[in-house]
Antibody, heavy 121, light 113 residues
Framework: QVQLVESGGGVVQPGRSLRLSCAAS????????MHWVRQAPGKGLEWVALIYSDGSKKYYGDSVKGRFTISRDNSKNTLFLQMNRLRVEDTAVYYCASDSSTHGNGAFDMWGQGTMVIVSS | DIVMTQSPHSLAVSLGERATINCKSSQSVLYTSNNKNYLAWYQQKPGQPPKLLIY???TRKSGVPDRFSGSGSGTDFTLTISSLQAEDVAVYYCHQYYSTPWTFGQGTKVEIK
């Protein structure tokens, strides 16, 4: 199974950008679809984005569509989330999670520990 | 979007007793071509990421204690903890992966009575 470690979180002003990374190790990263899921403080889970194992397709939640971009580098076993035009309501812990399938039609098998993003002026 | 509604929002159960969490989807998550329900259950303890317990509505992930079981089909699902242990205190989420956007229930907090 893949092990996942997120990085790149921090405090950022509204309207600015941030790039999150998720480093994978242990298993074959390129075999799995990958997701970003976020959790606002004290709230539930919100799916953010999916990328297929080969990067051929990407899907986004409505709240981030047009502002966030998911990508991956299979040669470096790394997943990314480029977050632009950040809003206060984007404040959350961001988790990367591996799908149990190549195309995102499986359960979220493994999760990283998460990285906190705080959007505040 | 498929809306996932869990009940109850919280429950307190005595050690060794049964805990039951319900999850209802606003439309069926049963894919008839393979007869699989695209429904998973996760456990999240404070300060930790979610952990997959059950997938395909009733398949226990390897290493998950057999006191955890999932059942249901179509739009109505249940997670049962047959004999609650202290380490089971957590928030539990159901999740549909039938169609995008993938959605989660609002969570059910399980505590010890």
């Amino acid at each position: 199974q893949v092990q996942l470690v997120e990085s790149g979180g921090g405090v950022v002003q509204p309207g600015r950008s941030l790039r999150l990374s998720c480093a994978a190790s242990g298993s074959t990263f390129s075999s799995y679809g990958m997701h970003w899921v976020r959790q606002a403080p004290g709230k539930g889970l919100e799916w953010v984005a999916l990328i297929y194992s080969d990067g051929s397709k990407k899907y986004y939640g409505d709240s981030v569509k047009g502002r966030f971009t998911i990508s991956r580098d299979n040669s470096k076993n790394t997943l990314f989330l480029q977050m632009n035009r950040l809003r206060v309501e984007d404040t959350a812990v961001y988790y990367c999670a591996s799908d149990s399938s190549t195309h995102g039609n499986g359960a979220f098998d493994m999760w990283g520990q998460g990285t906190m993003v705080i959007v505040s002026s | 979007d498929i809306v996932m509604t869990q009940s109850p929002h919280s429950l307190a159960v005595s050690l060794g007793e049964r805990a039951t969490i319900n999850c209802k989807s606003s439309q069926s998550v049963l894919y008839t071509s393979n007869n699989k329900n695209y429904l998973a259950w996760y456990q999240q303890k404070p300060g930790q990421p979610p952990k997959l317990l059950i997938y395909w509505a009733s398949t226990r992930k390897s290493g998950v204690p057999d006191r955890f079981s999932g059942s249901g089909s179509g739009t109505d699902f249940t997670l049962t903890i047959s004999s609650l242990q202290a380490e089971d205190v957590a928030v539990y989420y159901c999740h549909q992966y039938y169609s995008t956007p993938w959605t989660f229930g609002q969570g059910t907090k399980v505590e010890i009575k």
